[in-house]
């Protein structure tokens, strides 16, 4: 069945760096372009940042731009987001989310399970 | 930047109709979809393109956007539909996706 399992959350210093991580099966992953959203605790839905379905572009909410980077690797069907120089307000869970199509039409129509991310001293 | 507005909560009495509102500014020019999360759960796509369903969301929910207001209706509205509902565009002006603030739904 189409799934995608976010990982790679946990407990990190303010300053220092994660790289989150979503697994696609069942769909060909490389036809879709990919998102990212989080959800601070107790807030609503954040977008985080979106990349076509070969790569070939991305955009960055302001709140991460030039400390997250998005990527995937078409080869192995993952998704990824490196996040450096995290603050407080990075807490949330994560989640990563197909768009409807390869060059996105900001449809989310498939969600991984989300990943929690903590960050404190 | 591009604002969504929702009102923070809705109620309505099971078997009765919920509609659930979204403001922006011409709205109506663009598409909106809606997404559907229960508590500590990832959110689910429940209408899109205004008012098109994916597979597996039933018939009573349905969408419609004209003018400054796109609008979730929910019809027949059961107990299981309690969830926090949330809008979404694309504001081409900035590259960014934009939420709404998300609307809490009650069933009572």
């Known amino acids: 069945q189409v799934q995608l399992v976010d990982s790679g959350g946990g407990v990190v210093q303010p300053g220092r760096s994660l790289r989150l991580s979503c697994a696609a099966s069942?769909?060909?992953?490389?036809?879709?372009?990919m998102h990212w959203v989080r959800q601070a605790p107790g807030k609503g839905l954040e977008w985080v940042s979106v990349?076509?379905?070969?790569?070939?572009?991305?955009h960055y909410a302001d709140s991460v731009k030039g400390r997250f980077t998005i990527s995937r690797d078409n080869s192995k069907n993952t998704l990824n987001l490196q996040m450096n120089s995290l603050r407080a307000e990075d807490t949330a869970v994560y989640y990563c989310?197909?768009?409807?199509?390869?060059?996105?039409?900001?449809?989310?129509?498939?969600w991984g399970q989300g990943t929690t991310v903590t960050v404190s001293s | 930047s591009y604002v969504l507005t929702q009102p923070p909560s809705v109620s309505v009495a099971p078997g009765q109709t919920a509609r659930i509102t979204c403001g922006g500014t011409?709205?109506?020019?663009?598409?909106v979809p809606w997404y559907q999360q229960k508590p500590g759960q990832a959110p689910v796509l429940v209408v899109y393109?205004?008012?098109d369903r994916p597979s597996g969301i039933p018939e009573r929910f349905s969408g419609s956007n004209s003018g400054n207001t796109a609008t979730l209706t929910i019809s027949r509205v059961e107990a299981g539909d309690e969830a926090d509902y949330y809008c979404?565009?694309?504001?081409?002006?900035?590259?960014?996706?934009?939420f709404g603030g998300g609307t809490k739904l009650t069933v009572l």
């Open positions: 069942g769909f060909i992953f490389k036809n879709y372009g």
């Open positions: 979404q565009v694309w504001d081409s002006s900035s590259d960014h996706v934009v």
């Open positions: 393109d205004d008012s």
């Open positions: 989310a197909r768009d409807r199509r390869d060059v996105p039409i900001f449809v989310m129509d498939v």
């Open positions: 011409n709205i109506g020019s663009k598409s």
């Open positions: 990349i076509w379905y070969d790569g070939s572009n991305k």
